[in-house]
Structure formats: structure tokens, C-alpha cells
């Protein structure tokens, strides 16, 4: 399914881009150490991180 959607999107034109995930994870961590100082999104956060 996914597949198929990629290939939709592509024939209409989209440029699909392939991101390098830990590089991305640890140059955004910064950020999150700065902004994330609530209890339930640090949560979050490590709930997005392990998914």
C-alpha cells in the first residue's frame, strides 16, 4: 500500500526525499532539550523517539 502511494505522489510530480533519521535525531536534540521541559512532552517525546 504504501508503495503504491509513493508511486502516486511521485507521478504527480512530487520529489520524495530520503532523510537520514539519526543524523536528523541528533541534530534536533538541542532543540528538544531546550523547549521540551514539560513532564508529559518529554514523554511525548520519548514516545516518538522509541517509535
Known amino acids: 500500500m504504501e508503495e503504491d502511494a509513493r508511486r502516486q505522489v511521485e507521478a504527480g510530480g512530487a520529489l520524495i526525499v530520503e532523510a537520514d533519521k539519526p543524523a536528523f535525531a541528533r541534530l534536533v536534540r538541542p532543540v ?3 523547549f521540551v521541559r514539560d513532564a508529559k512532552l518529554k514523554q511525548l517525546v520519548e514516545r516518538i523517539r522509541e517509535g
Open 32 to 34: 528538544y532539550d531546550q
